[in-house]
């Protein structure tokens, strides 16, 4: 059985599973339960000093594109949509911090790091809360720079609109509140960032300069969803959401923050199973927050994740998690890269598997492919798109490399030579 310790930047975890910020741990008893599922670490619901946001909105959930089975109730889809409306903390930070105190020992018994995470207005404010959660027994912080979004046209003054996604919007707001606790704070904080902000690598060396031991990649974006039979927005309008299909964006940023700047990145936001966290892991994320899954799946499936993770690790013959941190990463081609080593490709057909569906054809649209009886490719206008072979679905079609540029580009322009730009075509090559 392979080693599942991971870094966090100064922490070290029994595994990269994380709790996200979220109703999972939000009471004691919940805190608890997460440690006993085998989480190896779990970042506190969030509370937060604005007024509003420990009241409204009120809880509701709204899965999308989620299939059911009723003859096997427990098999989770991995594809859906989540939307929610949701509270942070119902308890104010400063008796927050008593469910981390009663918590707090319960996780160091049992190796599991807890993060307590908590947005404030002002400065006074943030120190006030950074050091009663550090004296009740958190291993780090997690500053939510990222939710809640503030309560604009409820609000009681415009310093109750300075919470939660503004530092990410305002980053030099947010540089001053890390500047500041790192010199009075012992434990590493963590920043949280909302993915609705911009330039997350230039952020992210301004937290982790400023003494940010890591951040966290994202929580839910602004989204919106319309039910068509009814014509209402789900949830009541725009509202934050996830699901697989911002897995990619998130990862972009995670491998691009990861490589640019020195500090540890915990990633979320479109993780579902334990692919997702070996994934991430890949691409340069030093462990993985699940918050909407837990809730949908139930904590049995952290277990079970434990044990995928496990097994693919033996699979492949990795003896620790850490072996397969920032594998894809190194491995990411920049445009020079796609010039000087990627070469230009045709596709041909194994006429053994062919079936001669015409699935192929329908999809190419660099009029590559013909028919008689079974699917022909022609060559001098193949563009090596490769979707062909992708679509097909008895994988009849392989892709080659050319023996050179010049051909790979007469057949992008095949279509109309006459339009091509200098040096395309030439006598000898224009019927190659």
């Given at each position: 059985m392979a080693d599942l310790t991971t870094k966090l930047g100064p922490l070290t975890l029994k595994n990269p599973l994380v709790a996200g910020g979220g109703p999972p741990?939000?009471?004691?008893?919940?805190?608890?339960?997460?440690?006993?599922?085998?989480?190896?670490?779990?970042?506190?619901?969030?509370?937060?000093?604005?007024?509003?946001?420990?009241?409204?909105?009120?809880?509701?959930?709204?899965?999308?594109?989620?299939k059911k089975d009723p003859q096997h109730p427990y098999d989770d889809p991995k594809d859906y949509f989540w939307m929610h409306r949701e509270h942070n903390s119902c308890y104010e930070p400063i008796p927050f911090a008593e469910i981390i105190r009663e918590a707090a020992p319960y996780c160091k018994e049992h190796d599991c790091k807890l993060i307590g995470s908590f947005s404030c207005k002002t400065l006074a404010e943030w120190e006030q809360i950074a050091k009663l959660y550090t004296e009740a027994g958190c291993d780090a912080l997690e500053l939510n720079f990222c939710c809640p979004f503030p309560p604009?046209?409820?609000s009681k003054s415009e310093q109750d609109n300075h919470v939660g996604i503004y530092y990410t919007m305002?980053?030099?707001?947010?540089?001053?509140?890390?500047?500041?606790?790192?010199?009075?704070?012992?434990?590493?904080?963590?920043?949280?960032?909302?993915?609705d902000g911009s330039n997350f690598v230039g952020v992210a060396k301004m937290l982790s300069d400023a003494g940010a031991a890591g951040v966290t990649m994202f929580a839910n974006n602004k989204t919106m969803r319309v039910n068509i039979e009814t014509g209402k927005p789900e949830i009541y309008g725009p509202g934050p959401g996830t699901g697989t299909g911002m897995k990619p964006i998130s990862m972009r940023w995670v491998a691009?923050?990861?490589?640019n700047v020195q500090c540890a990145v915990m990633a979320g936001?479109?993780?579902?199973?334990?692919?997702?966290?070996?994934?991430?892991?890949?691409?340069g994320a030093d462990a993985v927050q699940y918050c909407s899954p837990l809730m949908?799946?139930?904590?049995?499936?952290?277990?079970e994740m434990l044990r995928e993770i496990n097994a693919f690790l033996d699979r492949k013959g990795y003896k620790r998690i850490e072996d397969v941190k920032h594998i894809a990463r190194k491995q990411i081609y920049s445009n020079q890269d796609l010039v000087d080593k990627v070469?230009?490709?045709?596709?041909?057909?194994?006429?053994?598997?062919?079936?001669?569906?015409g699935r192929c054809q329908h999809s190419c649209f660099y009029d590559a492919i013909s028919f008689s009886r079974k699917a022909v490719i022609r060559k001098k206008n193949c563009a090596g798109c490769t979707l062909c072979s992708q679509v097909c679905p008895v994988n009849a079609i392989y892709m080659t490399e050319r023996e050179d540029d010049r051909s790979h580009f007469q057949a992008l322009a095949s279509a109309h030579p006459h339009l091509a730009p200098e040096g395309f075509f030439d006598k000898e090559g224009e019927d190659a």
């Amino acid at each position: 059985m392979a080693d599942l310790t991971t870094k966090l930047g100064p922490l070290t975890l029994k595994n990269p599973l994380v709790a996200g910020g979220g109703p999972p741990a939000g009471t004691v008893q919940h805190i608890k339960n997460c440690v006993d599922s085998g989480l190896g670490a779990i970042v506190t619901k969030t509370a937060s000093t604005v007024w509003y946001l420990q009241r409204y909105p009120r809880p509701y959930y709204r899965l999308l594109d989620y299939k059911k089975d009723p003859q096997h109730p427990y098999d989770d889809p991995k594809d859906y949509f989540w939307m929610h409306r949701e509270h942070n903390s119902c308890y104010e930070p400063i008796p927050f911090a008593e469910i981390i105190r009663e918590a707090a020992p319960y996780c160091k018994e049992h190796d599991c790091k807890l993060i307590g995470s908590f947005s404030c207005k002002t400065l006074a404010e943030w120190e006030q809360i950074a050091k009663l959660y550090t004296e009740a027994g958190c291993d780090a912080l997690e500053l939510n720079f990222c939710c809640p979004f503030p309560p604009e046209g409820l609000s009681k003054s415009e310093q109750d609109n300075h919470v939660g996604i503004y530092y990410t919007m305002h980053p030099e707001a947010a540089v001053e509140v890390v500047e500041h606790l790192k010199k009075i704070i012992p434990i590493p904080l963590f920043v949280k960032m909302n993915p609705d902000g911009s330039n997350f690598v230039g952020v992210a060396k301004m937290l982790s300069d400023a003494g940010a031991a890591g951040v966290t990649m994202f929580a839910n974006n602004k989204t919106m969803r319309v039910n068509i039979e009814t014509g209402k927005p789900e949830i009541y309008g725009p509202g934050p959401g996830t699901g697989t299909g911002m897995k990619p964006i998130s990862m972009r940023w995670v491998a691009e923050v990861a490589t640019n700047v020195q500090c540890a990145v915990m990633a979320g936001r479109g993780a579902v199973d334990w692919s997702d966290c070996i994934e991430f892991m890949m691409a340069g994320a030093d462990a993985v927050q699940y918050c909407s899954p837990l809730m949908i799946r139930g904590l049995r499936c952290v277990p079970e994740m434990l044990r995928e993770i496990n097994a693919f690790l033996d699979r492949k013959g990795y003896k620790r998690i850490e072996d397969v941190k920032h594998i894809a990463r190194k491995q990411i081609y920049s445009n020079q890269d796609l010039v000087d080593k990627v070469k230009p490709l045709y596709a041909s057909v194994d006429y053994t598997k062919c079936i001669g569906c015409g699935r192929c054809q329908h999809s190419c649209f660099y009029d590559a492919i013909s028919f008689s009886r079974k699917a022909v490719i022609r060559k001098k206008n193949c563009a090596g798109c490769t979707l062909c072979s992708q679509v097909c679905p008895v994988n009849a079609i392989y892709m080659t490399e050319r023996e050179d540029d010049r051909s790979h580009f007469q057949a992008l322009a095949s279509a109309h030579p006459h339009l091509a730009p200098e040096g395309f075509f030439d006598k000898e090559g224009e019927d190659a």
